[in-house]
Structure formats: structure tokens, C-alpha cells
């Protein structure tokens, strides 16, 4: 499965972006999530969703981001609210193939998008 990542964009501080994967092939029941490399910085967990729609977020994403799927158009989506500069990264989609698990580890992931940029002026 192939997965593909757009969304991106240059934004102010305080400003929305929404992100969105889709995949080549069929995602219900696997974790989807997205991870992101700020320069300099190595790549981070951002958000996970399990099969079951169940979610988890990294600490600064919590009140911020949304992550949500749509099975039926095998996509997943970040909603990004109140960006910040420290936002600033490429996010990259990732699938994890292993159903009934909720990971977030970057080394859990099958399948990687490629990234799209994210730049929050300031």
C-alpha cells in the first residue's frame, strides 16, 4: 500500500492547515498515523489512529490536532488549529499492518508516505 500526503502549506501563527493520506490500497483495521522532522530534529510521533478509531496524540498535539479516517475512501486526516512556528516540519502519513494494536513508534511503521511541508511564520 502506497501511501500519499498533501495538505502542506506556508501559514501564519494562529492559522489551520488540514493534512490528509491517502493510501493506493485498503487501510481499515491497521493504524494510521502521522510523524513529523522539524529541521535539525529527528522525525517525531504526531498522531495515531487504530482500526477501532481509537486515538493518540503526542503532548504537544493534544487540544491542537485532530486525526481522523475515512475507511470507505481510505484516507486519514490531521486538522492542525492554532499552529505555532515550532509546527514548522515536513509531516509524513505512516500505516502500521499489524491490526489490533494503537502504536506510535516510527519503527512500528510498514508503509511511509512522503512528507509534505508545514512553515508557520511567526
Known amino acids: 500500500v502506497q501511501l500519499q500526503a498533501s495538505g502542506g502549506g506556508l501559514v501564519q501563527a494562529g492559522s489551520s492547515l488540514r493534512l490528509s493520506c491517502t493510501a493506493s490500497?485498503?487501510?481499515?483495521?491497521?493504524?494510521m498515523a502521522w510523524f513529523r522532522r522539524a529541521p535539525g530534529k529527528f522525525r517525531e510521533f504526531v498522531a495515531s489512529?487504530?482500526?477501532?478509531?481509537?486515538?493518540s496524540y503526542a503532548e504537544f498535539a493534544k487540544g491542537r490536532f485532530t486525526i481522523s479516517r475515512d475507511n470507505a475512501k481510505n484516507t486519514v486526516d490531521l486538522q492542525m488549529n492554532s499552529l505555532k512556528p515550532e509546527d514548522t516540519a515536513v509531516y509524513y502519513c505512516?500505516?502500521?499492518?499489524?491490526?489490533?494494536?494503537?502504536?506510535?513508534?516510527?519503527?512500528?511503521?510498514?508503509?511511509w508516505g512522503k512528507g509534505t511541508q508545514v512553515t508557520v511564520s511567526s
Open positions: 489512529v487504530s482500526g477501532g478509531f481509537s486515538t
Open positions: 505512516a500505516a502500521d499492518f499489524q491490526p489490533g494494536f494503537l502504536r506510535t513508534r516510527s519503527m512500528d511503521m510498514d508503509s
Open positions: 490500497g485498503r487501510t481499515s483495521g491497521y493504524t
